[in-house]
């Protein structure tokens, strides 16, 4: 795993955040329990919000993808869970990030919930007037004796941060798996850098 995160303030410059975590097999449902002692996110603000409430933010735009033999309403229903996954925890990170730990408690492995939160994704501190010009998300889901999904997301969001504003792109692929508490993500990618 390779981290390069942004500074804050005024030493904030361009960088890439680049994580790749890999699991040996896909891990069994008895691993993938509960997280354990609740994951507190080193990015999260005393505000509750980075938006104003008056500015209107991109739509979310979801598409499920049947893989391998997997049809119909069951892919769909997947799908729709796997999205819900997607929006709770990147409206977190880019609006709201005083609910990330939550988000990453309820939906990420322990192991993929550390590396989040050490890599420093999102704004740096202080971000104000957050507005999200794009939101888009493709799942794919295989159904079968190991039901998962992959779900490639990319969002590009701009804020005003005390360096001045700042244009944030981010572009993602997290690897997810249902286990008897719900479908939650074990591995993700992510490039984050500024974006003109």
Do not use: C
Not at 6 to 19: K, L
Not at 55 to 76: F, Y
Not at 79 to 94: F, T
């Amino acid at each position: 795993m390779s981290i390069a995160a942004p500074q804050t303030g005024r030493n904030w410059f361009p960088a890439i955040v680049s994580i790749a975590i890999a699991t040996i097999a896909l891990l069994s449902a008895g691993v993938i329990q509960a997280l354990g002692p609740r994951v507190e996110a080193a990015s999260e603000t005393s505000s509750s919000t980075l938006a104003d409430s008056a500015v209107e933010q991109a739509a979310w735009k979801l598409k499920t993808v049947e893989v391998g033999s997997a049809r119909g309403h069951g892919v769909q229903a997947a799908g729709k869970d796997v999205s819900a996954i997607v929006r709770e925890v990147y409206d977190a990170l880019l609006l709201q990030p005083a609910g990330l730990s939550a988000s990453l408690e309820a939906h990420f492995a322990r192991d993929a919930a550390s590396a989040l939160v050490r890599a420093g994704l999102g704004w740096p501190e202080d971000t104000t007037g957050v507005r999200v010009i794009k939101r888009r998300a493709r799942v794919h889901v295989e159904l079968g004796s190991s039901p998962r999904a992959v779900a490639i997301v990319r969002t590009i969001a701009t804020g005003e941060t005390p360096s001045g504003p700042l244009r944030l792109k981010q572009r993602s692929t997290l690897w997810i798996e249902e286990s008897k508490g719900g479908w939650r993500v074990f591995a993700f990618d992510v490039d984050q850098r500024p974006s003109r």
